[in-house]
């Protein structure tokens, strides 16, 4: 198929201007040729058709342009009762279903609760905390982590059409991977840099010519554990301090419910000193701010940077200076503000998203899940996320006791 291919119209001729072209053939005695010429059809159209309406008068058929089904014994009515008889003794339903339909498929759905329901659960808790806790544009928070790996993927470049192969230089096939812990604040602030190192040990010398307030951690899987988490909140309070964030004055955390985030050393920190608010699960693509307007930019200077100065080398060691160079590009305030705003968490809007936003999970039937956003701190919500970890531990040490 070519690329700007056109689609003619040369078939979309009206049925009556047949009908008198085999009229002016049929009976006026003109021949075909002379005929196709005068109404402007196909000469072998028009052929085809005075042979199809010589046939239809002689068994009292309708004549009809266009490829149709030949020798079609059932009606559409009777071709329908006869596949729904058949797909029901039928033992896999779905295939016949798409063996009968030719415009159907079987596709794997992607996982998705961006609904009414999940988004409005979480802006009635929003709505909830701002009414009780007053909170400024300066102590709205957001937390996320984001991975920035040693082996850039090319970006698009313009070639001439007659090129057939078009390559870049990379690193290797594989690399390695640092987590990167930001909060940001709707007033345009963010924390200093928290990167998680595929490590055993830290050394000092990794983060020199880091950011000032950049704190480092180690982990051998390179991913947000909840002790590493429980770090990272250490620091984060540490950083709101100047905002006099304490139970007098709280300071909103929104984070995802992710399993890392919700231990209970880190609710206990949060409660002490503000409210923590999660988000729905598979939802943070939307309600995000840091995935909507920070993350994107952040990935994007970083690869740049990566391909323009360490193209030959995959050691995270070698990108301690470009995101001294690439962060502020991506934090500036106007993102960070952008994002809280597209969000609606700052200012506060229920209805930022329109209505087909929700198209994708408006499906008759489906079960929601209940509590899908919830505020962490509350005593309720704390109290039963204390007995769910009591009994993940405790069936931890059952398994421990039986394998030993």
């Not at 988004?119 to 701002?130: A, R």
């Not at 192969?165 to 390695?176: D, F, L």
């Not at 307030?213 to 899987?221: A, F, K, M, N, P």
């Not at 509590?371 to 069936?395: G, M, P, V, W, Y």
């Amino acid at each position: 198929m070519v690329r700007t291919y056109k689609k003619t119209t040369r078939w979309n001729i009206p049925s009556e201007l047949f009908q008198k072209s085999a009229q002016a053939v049929q009976e006026e005695k003109i021949s075909m040729r002379d005929t196709a010429a005068r109404y402007g059809v196909n000469f072998i159209a028009l052929n085809r058709y005075v042979r199809k309406s010589s046939a239809a008068k002689k068994l009292n058929n309708v004549v009809t342009l266009g490829y149709t089904l030949h020798k079609k014994v059932f009606t559409k009515d009777q071709e329908e009762e006869q596949f729904q008889t058949s797909a029901s003794s039928h033992t896999n339903k779905p295939l016949a279903l798409v063996r009968y339909h030719t415009n159907l498929s079987i596709r794997k759905p992607e996982a998705n609760t961006f609904n009414r329901y999940s988004v409005s659960l979480f802006f009635d808790n929003l709505g909830k905390v701002y009414d009780i806790y007053k909170f400024g544009f300066n102590k709205v928070y957001n937390v996320n982590e984001t991975g920035l790996t040693t082996v850039q993927k090319p970006s698009k470049i313009i070639a001439t059409k007659e090129t057939k192969q078009v390559r870049a230089i990379i690193s290797a096939e594989r690399g390695q991977l640092v987590t990167l812990a930001l909060a940001v604040s709707a007033s345009g602030n963010s924390t200093p840099r928290f990167p998680i190192f595929p490590r055993k040990n830290l050394k000092n010398v990794i983060l020199t010519k880091a950011l000032p307030g950049c704190v480092g951690v180690v982990h051998s899987s390179r991913w947000m554990t909840s002790k590493n988490f429980l770090l990272f909140i250490k620091h984060f309070v540490q950083f709101v301090q100047f905002v006099q964030c304490s139970q007098e004055q709280p300071v909103l955390l929104i984070l995802d419910n992710h399993e890392s985030h919700l231990p209970i050393p880190v609710l206990n920190i949060c409660k002490s000193n503000g409210v923590a608010l999660s988000f729905p699960p598979h939802t943070s693509h939307k309600l995000q701010p840091v995935n909507r307007t920070v993350f994107g930019p952040l990935k994007r200077y970083f690869n740049r940077r990566w391909i323009v100065e360490i193209q030959f080398r995959t050691d995270y060691k070698c990108s301690k200076q470009i995101p001294k160079e690439t962060l502020p590009h991506a934090l500036t305030p106007n993102n960070l503000q952008k994002g809280f705003f597209i969000t609606g968490i700052w200012l506060y809007n229920q209805e930022v998203f329109g209505y087909d936003e929700f198209l994708p999970s408006e499906t008759a039937g489906v079960r929601r899940r209940k509590k899908s956003s919830a505020i962490l701190t509350d005593t309720l919500i704390k109290s039963a996320l204390e007995q769910e970890a009591r009994l993940r531990d405790s069936k931890k040490k059952i398994a421990l006791q039986k394998r030993f």
